[in-house]
């Protein structure tokens, strides 16, 4: 019993009843989803339903199926084949429906959660990341994509498992740690084709502790942060779709389909400040606080490695995603660089001003923000109900254009 409470103190318990009131505020609030067959979540339901029945043989199948009708290209791709495998067998245990895919969708988003804490316990002390999970667990961003039936969740979780897990292997040098890094960025590549865009922020992080930090950096990890990944989900692409013309093409559709797409053209284009803005209407004191935490390092030239990485993964992450076609959901990785940075510029404050009972302050004001964004992500995604949390859509419920 002694060990036990050793095991799991005040942070791991209040980590854990977090977890279990999110989940709780999540389901209750599923009674009111409504979901659409001819959106993405039809798709990847279809998809699900096809495996489960047929068996991995129907990938080339789902391949041909894809390339051959033109209105299939602005849909979910069969690139997708770790997500399609993983739903298929959970709609198998759970029933094929709409519901079973939310339900993988809060799986994955309370394990991002988990992992999210662990690392940053690790590395920032228990109670900084009981904080941000905290503020992590309220992102209406998060809270929205836990209860959909769409890849995004769960794309987010093996992307964030991938960004904690290079800085634990270079940080922590253990044997098993670049296979399991290696493993996890395929299956992260694997279940959304833009995770590729997470060796851009990590062969110039391994670059920069190299030569600027003078730390070691071997040349298996950055074969791990790019070429192992590549073609292990180059390998799992030709196998499943039994073709390099058939991947080559889908490919193809993918970088050329959103210059034709029209919602693409109305919905997710704009100036490269647009995520910026969209962060700021879903949650304005946790991006505002995070950016002044973001210019007061580099203003006071501390050196820390910690937030030396996720200072790159915030600018590098933002900066890749300024190439393509712009909805928030699609940056959902940069809510833990900011609500990192927003906890610890909440901590600087207070260690700043030597507040009395400073950190009962540091709890009241992150559960302030916390209680805050709850109440945004309830406004935006269960009263108004908001499917795509594409900027217009976020301008209309707070009122900055009329609401038609």
């Known amino acids: 019993m002694d060990k036990l409470k050793n ?33 993405d979540e039809g798709y990847y339901l279809r ?18 199926i894809y390339i051959s009708d033109t209105r299939n290209w602005i849909f979910p791709n069969p690139l997708r084949v770790a997500f399609i495998a993983i739903s298929a067998i959970w709609v198998g ?28 316990a690790k590395y920032f002390g228990k109670r900084i990341a009981l904080l941000f999970t905290a503020l992590l667990a309220f992102s ?19 992307s964030v498992l991938s960004l904690w897990l290079l800085f634990d292997m270079v940080n922590d040098r253990k044997r098993h740690k670049h296979f399991i890094f290696a493993v996890v960025f395929t299956l992260a590549i694997l279940t959304k ?46 196998m499943a779709s039994c073709s390099i013309s058939h991947t080559a093409e889908v490919i193809k559709i993918i970088l050329v389909s959103p210059s034709t797409n029209r919602y693409a053209i109305l919905y997710s284009s704009g100036p490269w400040f647009r995520y910026i803005v969209d962060f700021i209407l879903l949650s304005p004191w946790t991006f505002l606080l995070a950016t002044g935490f973001f210019f007061a390092h580099f203003l006071t030239k501390e050196n820390h490695e910690k937030t030396l990485y996720f200072s790159m993964v915030f600018v590098l992450y933002f900066c890749s995603f300024n190439f393509f076609a712009k909805n928030i959901r699609y940056v959902m990785l940069l809510d833990v660089p900011i609500r ?5 510029m909440i901590t600087k404050i207070i260690e700043n001003r030597s507040i009395r009972y ?9 559960m ?32 900055f254009i009329p609401f038609r």
């Open 7 to 39: 095991a799991i103190d005040f942070h791991d318990l209040t980590f854990i009843l977090i977890c279990a009131l999110c989940t709780l505020l999540l389901i209750s609030g599923f009674k009111y989803l409504k979901f659409t067959e001819g959106a």
């Open 193 to 238: 084709e833009t995770a590729v865009l997470l060796s851009i922020v990590f062969v110039p992080y391994l670059l920069v502790r190299k030569y600027a930090l003078k730390k070691e950096v071997l040349i298996n990890d950055l074969l791990c942060a790019t070429v192992y990944p590549f073609l292990a989900a180059g390998a799992v692409y030709l």
């Open 93 to 120: 245990i759970f029933g094929k429906t709409y519901t079973a895919l939310s339900f993988l969708s809060l799986f994955s988003y309370l394990l991002t959660l988990a992992i999210s804490y662990y690392f940053s």
């Open 368 to 399: 302030s923000i916390a209680l805050y964004d709850y109440l945004s992500f309830r406004n935006l995604f269960v009263i108004y109900g908001i499917y795509d949390p594409a900027s217009s859509m976020l301008f209309k419920v707070w009122r």
């Open 47 to 64: 998809y699900a339903t096809l495996i489960n029945e047929n068996g991995c043989p129907f990938f080339p199948a789902l391949f041909k």
């Open 358 to 366: 400073g950190h009962i302050f540091l709890y009241i004001f992150v």
């Open 340 to 344: 990192l940075f927003c906890v610890l």
């Open 140 to 158: 209406p961003l998060y809270m929205a994509m836990a209860r959909r039936a769409l890849a995004d969740s769960t794309a987010n979780f093996f």
